[in-house]
């Protein structure tokens, strides 16, 4: 069975300092992928980012970058320099099992919460 | 470009009521999603479907169903509503059914049963 794990359920850190949000998952399958979305008060998700299985390169992309390591499974972000804006609810998913007739099943994470405070 | 679509965003049901959730998506995709999100459990997969007139049971059917008759919507339905039920639900599309593939999410739809 596929499992993804987000140990912190809440952090709060003060404009301008980095935060690393943590996510570990299991999974038996060998070609898999990991995704992050960000929920804010507003309440929808939005996809931030997409990495297979097969590729351990960190990916940076403005303040936010991802670092994925294989041999420990796990897939975690960090925020440089976060901002008021970065308050949000961050979701890791694990994509992999296909469901009976098609389909793709994702795995969330149960969350967590980042509160940016001035 | 609307992307993924939910109507109502909210509702309120008395116990036994039924309703229909909307979902419509304009990206031509091919495979959409009913995900319920709950407090501490990330979102579970209600139904899916992999094509217009088909649909198939997730991870917690009982108590939903919903129909495919066109490509672009996918409705959850809720016969007999229960304080169960009350959840954030979200849709998501994705243009494959792969593993590969992103899925995209509507805005959610926050309902209430008393």
């Known amino acids: 069975a596929q499992k993804v794990t987000q140990a912190q359920t809440e952090i709060s850190v003060v404009e301008k300092e980095d935060v690393t949000l943590d996510c570990v998952y299991e999974t038996r399958d060998t070609t898999y992928y990991l995704f992050w979305y960000k929920q804010p008060p507003s309440g929808e998700l939005v996809f931030l980012i997409r990495?297979?299985?097969?590729?351990?390169q960190n990916e940076i992309s403005g303040r936010y970058s991802w670092n994925f390591q294989k041999s420990t499974s796990s897939f975690n972000f960090t925020i440089t320099a976060s901002q008021v804006v970065d308050s949000a609810v961050y979701f890791c998913?694990?994509?992999?099992?296909?469901?009976?007739?098609?389909?793709?099943?994702?795995?969330f994470g149960t969350g967590t919460q980042l509160k940016v405070e001035l | 470009n609307a992307g993924v679509t939910q109507t109502p965003k909210f509702r309120v049901l008395k116990t036994g009521q039924s309703m229909t959730l909307l979902c419509a998506q304009d990206?031509?995709?091919?495979?959409m999603y009913w995900y319920r999100q709950d407090p501490g459990m990330g979102l579970r997969l209600i139904h899916y479907?992999?094509?217009?007139?088909?649909?198939a049971k997730g991870e917690v059917p009982d108590g939903y169903n919903v129909s495919r008759l066109k490509k672009q919507n996918f409705l959850l339905g809720l016969e007999s509503a229960a304080p169960s039920q009350t959840s954030v639900y979200f849709c998501?599309?994705?243009?494959?059914?792969?593993?590969?593939?992103?899925?995209?999410f509507g805005p959610g739809t926050r309902l209430t049963v008393l």
């Open positions: 990495r297979n299985s097969f590729d351990e």
């Open positions: 998501a599309s994705s243009f494959s059914g792969t593993n590969t593939d992103t899925q995209y």
């Open positions: 990206m031509n995709h091919e495979y």
């Open positions: 998913a694990l994509s992999g099992s296909i469901l009976t007739g098609g389909g793709n099943k994702l795995t």
């Open positions: 479907s992999v094509g217009e007139g088909t649909t």
